[in-house]
């Protein structure tokens, strides 16, 4: 049942990229490193270096317009005055027309605030939709991260399981949204299986109805049972297998987001971020190694 993938050359730009990072202080997720976090979020972290600065929101994923996330972002921008904003959700290949594209779509969601395809990454864009701040992205592209989990499984996970935590993540995510409507999940399911064929020919197999035997089967959730902790990250007995995938993927994330931030540290003064809660608290050591001053502040 499960795929065999094989991408050598993405593999080795890949790895490449990872073994750079790799002698950096990132955590792997637990419940007790993220016990340790000065605040509960959102709040925002200051990393100083010299004269440069990283301001890491630490977000509390809600789509509100008006939520405690999105008035902290709105708080930050206007202290941090950033050159570049570096958002979850864009990817580290994005073009000048990418850009223009997800401007357009904050503008759409400032007109249409409570649809489910509104989120914090549209709210940050909309704060400096004004200014010429560079925005930019840190996520792998999808064959980057499929590979990288298929290889941490050492061969347990495959393209099925991939295809199935991509839908199931889009899933949970609409599902916060007010407008969300259960009779919506399968033109989702079927918007994303015709974006991943278009990166992934070999996706071209799996349907709506597919993803939803593989749901019940492998994670045992239907629809209207997943939500935020289905995909909780988790690597320990009694982990599902959408944990444990958001375990692995959450690790590559980590590791393309730190090399990102330091890269744009050789450009810029000052670099908003904005990532869940869980991913400051994995990158926290790391940004403070070089770091001259840390200061932790919550808004509200």
Known sequence: MRSEISCVAILLTFFSAISSASASNIDRWSPELQQAEPFESPFVTIFHYGEKRVCFVSSKHDPRRDSPTSRTIAAVIKECEPEILVLEGLPNIISESDREYFVREAENCEQNPDSYECGELHWAIAEVKGAKTAKVGAEPVTTEEMEFIVEQSN???????????????????????????????????????EYLRSVLPETEQYGETSYRRWLEKEVGLSYSSLENSSYAPGNEEGSN????????????????????????????????????????????????????????????
Not at 282 to 287: D, I, K, P, S
């Open 155 to 193: 061969g347990t996970l495959g393209l099925e399981d991939f295809v199935g935590y991509e839908i199931s993540r889009l899933i949970i995510q609409a599902k916060r949204q007010e407008d969300f409507r259960i009779e919506d999940v399968p033109d989702l399911a079927v918007n994303h299986l």
């Open 241 to 300: 297998l959408l944990q444990i995938m958001s375990y692995h993927s959450m690790l590559t994330r980590d590791h393309f987001a730190f090399q990102r931030i330091q890269e744009l540290l050789k450009e810029a003064d000052s670099i908003f971020v904005m990532y869940g809660s869980s991913h400051l608290a994995t990158l926290r050591r790391a940004l403070t190694e070089n770091s001259t001053r840390v200061v932790n502040k919550k808004y509200e």
